[in-house]
């Protein structure tokens, strides 16, 4: 009597096509069998059911893998972290399957009784509605569908300073890690982040300036501003839940009077005249062929001698978060990263003078460790909030992300500008030690 096939036996030619002779982690099957690696290696596949498979036959690659795992017919067991950077060594650069390794798929899905209809996607599968991108309704859709999850979520990752953006850990090393005389808790490094931005663009210069904060989120930038330079702060979110819930913190903190939150669209602000404004983790969703107008639009709400501080996610030469990706699919839809240099030429275009740019690459990868650890410690919770499909995207998303900040796939850059007056006067300090 012949051996019967095990899904190991099935799957192990899909692996080689896909992994190499050798893959870093390992496989294990709904039937029990498994592939293990040799020696150590830091996690294991868990391949629950054939429609995994089914998933990967009908969207090859990242999106397919992502469906997978955002659905729980696949998990990772193990260091997260470690198993992703495994897994990046070995897998496709254009995070495809190959077509050698495509054929495997779908002759292992014959094999397995995994054809047939295409599976559904996870209810969590953003699908964006067809049209131009970056329009006022399409952006909000978009925003809606990343931001508007529930704020006890997002207080369960981001922790009591309630900011969706890179901290600032002030001693943060080549390494990307902190030492432990300068191990900041993250709701100090959110602190100090924002407390640099407010010195950037002159806040502590002056007392009662008017700052427009673009994508204030839950306020917090606001909030700061306000209470330590005394600014009169307006903020602008397209997120509903976001403004109702700084509002809420606003009045919570008594600071109505300093701090104003509106439910609006950049494009809508018109005859203000502010003496700063800062925008941070939100030009992300502006766009390419936005981006002028953007830029445009916050020049004239300035006035002379006034600074814009951009604080954005950055890739060299720009990339879009394509609708076949796990990241434009399931994160951020429509989302786009440009090059900063591209940034820094847009906001000259637009009668902008750019006077500094940091880079606080390294800080971003410590604060998503952070945000993962948040959400592992309270996974239970976190499922309860969203579902477990959500809870896997997050962390999916954020642990990938921070190993794109480690290794250099991702840059986060905040850029200075000002705004000369007709004489050319910028009103900037002479170096940069009045923020240092």
Request: proline fraction near 4%.
């Amino acid at each position: 009597m012949g051996h019967r096939a095990t899904v190991a036996d099935v799957f192990r030619p899909l692996l080689r096509a896909a992994l190499g002779p050798r893959p870093a982690i390992g496989f294990e099957f709904w039937d029990g069998s498994a592939i293990h690696p040799e020696g150590e290696y830091p996690g294991t596949m868990r391949v629950r059911s054939k429609d995994a498979l089914s998933h990967l036959v009908w969207a090859p690659g990242e999106l397919g893998l992502g469906r997978a795992f955002v659905s729980g017919t696949v998990d990772l067991d193990g260091d997260l972290f470690k198993i992703l950077r495994s897994l990046q060594s070995t897998a496709p650069r254009d995070a495809r399957l190959g077509l050698d390794a495509a054929w495997k798929a779908i002759s292992a899905a014959r094999q397995l009784g995994a054809l047939g209809r295409p599976p559904q996607p996870p209810p969590e599968e953003a699908r964006p509605r067809r049209g131009k991108l970056h329009t006022t309704r399409r952006d909000a859709a978009a925003i809606s569908h990343h931001y508007d999850v529930g704020n006890d979520f997002y207080r369960l990752v981001l922790g009591p300073s309630m900011t969706y953006s890179c901290a600032r850990f002030a001693a943060a090393g080549d390494d990307g890690r902190c030492g432990a005389d300068a191990a900041l808790s993250l709701e100090d490094a959110q602190r100090a982040k924002h407390d640099l931005i407010c010195r950037k663009l002159g806040l502590a210069e002056r007392r009662g300036m008017r700052l427009l904060d673009v994508g204030c989120g839950w306020g917090s930038m606001a909030m700061h501003a306000a209470s330590t330079y005394g600014a009169q702060v307006v903020g602008v979110t397209i997120s509903k839940a976001q403004a109702d819930l700084a509002r809420e913190r606003v009045a919570e903190a008594g600071m109505s009077a300093s701090v104003e939150i509106r439910l609006a669209d950049y494009r809508e602000l018109r005859g203000e005249t502010f003496d700063a404004i800062s925008s941070i983790g939100m030009f992300e969703h502006v766009g390419t062929e936005r981006a002028a107008e953007y830029f445009d639009t916050l020049r004239t709400l300035l006035r002379p001698e006034g600074r814009l501080l951009n604080h954005a996610i950055s890739s060299a030469g720009g990339s879009t978060m394509r609708s076949r990706s796990f990241i434009g699919r399931y994160v951020f839809p429509d989302g786009e990263l440009l090059d900063v240099g591209e940034v820094v030429l847009a906001m000259e275009r637009a009668g902008f003078e750019v006077r500094d740019v940091e880079s606080l690459r390294e800080h971003y990868a410590l604060t998503l460790r952070t945000w993962v650890a948040n959400l592992e410690e309270a996974w239970d919770q976190a499922v309860s909030l969203v579902g477990a499909g959500r809870a896997r995207v997050w962390r999916l998303y954020m642990a990938a992300s921070a190993l794109g900040f480690e290794d250099g796939g991702l840059g986060i850059h905040q850029v200075l500008a000002v705004v000369p007056d007709a004489q050319g006067h910028a009103g900037m300090p002479a170096t940069r030690r009045a923020w240092g």
